[in-house]
């Protein structure tokens, strides 16, 4: 069970993500201010990472959000100091992905080709993004507060 403060931190990353951010920069500022941390250049490093990297419907922007929350928290500062926490984190993260949607891929979990501008607009139109990727920001979010402890 999440703990409240979790909750409410994957309540914000939704409230972020229908505000008008993507789903990267919608986890990364709702788990970074969960962490307590500035979060005005969470939107910027984060962006690129929308519509499952630049639109290109790779890895799910939520996913990727939650991989730069985790760097923030349990990265390196120098060349040579261990990963294998971090890398724990993340694997973890995406091991309860792929269990509770199935795959990793922001175009098989949307069926959308975000490249296409009328693709992306009818699945606006037809709410796809507030209906489908809502669920993925939430889950990231509760997930990774949940494995970084906070």
Same mark, same amino acid.
Request: proline share 3%; net charge negative; charged share 25%.
């Given at each position: 069970m999440a703990k409240p403060e979790h909750e409410r931190a994957a309540e914000k990353a939704k409230d972020l993500f229908l505000s008008g951010y993507n789903c990267a &920069? #919608? +986890? @990364?500022l709702s788990t970074l201010e969960l962490m307590g941390g500035e979060a005005e250049? /969470?939107?910027? +490093?984060a #962006? %690129?990472? =929308? %519509? =499952?990297i630049g639109r290109t419907c790779q890895v799910c922007g939520a996913i990727t959000? /939650? +991989?730069? $929350?985790a760097g923030w928290a349990r990265g390196r500062e120098r060349a040579g100091e261990g @990963?294998?926490?971090l890398y724990s984190t993340v694997s973890s993260l995406m091991d309860g992905f792929v269990e509770r949607f199935g795959t990793t891929s922001c175009r098989? @979990?949307?069926d959308v080709d975000l490249a296409d501008p009328e693709q992306q607009a009818k699945a %606006?139109? &037809? =709410?796809v993004f507030a209906e489908q990727c809502t669920k993925f920001v939430e889950f990231c979010t509760l997930m990774? $507060? &949940?494995? @970084?402890?906070l």
């Open positions: &920069e #919608s +986890v @990364l250049w /969470a939107p910027r +490093v #962006s %690129g990472f =929308g %519509g =499952g959000g /939650a +991989v730069i $929350a @990963l294998d926490d098989m @979990l949307i %606006g139109k &037809e =709410g990774i $507060a &949940e494995k @970084l402890d």
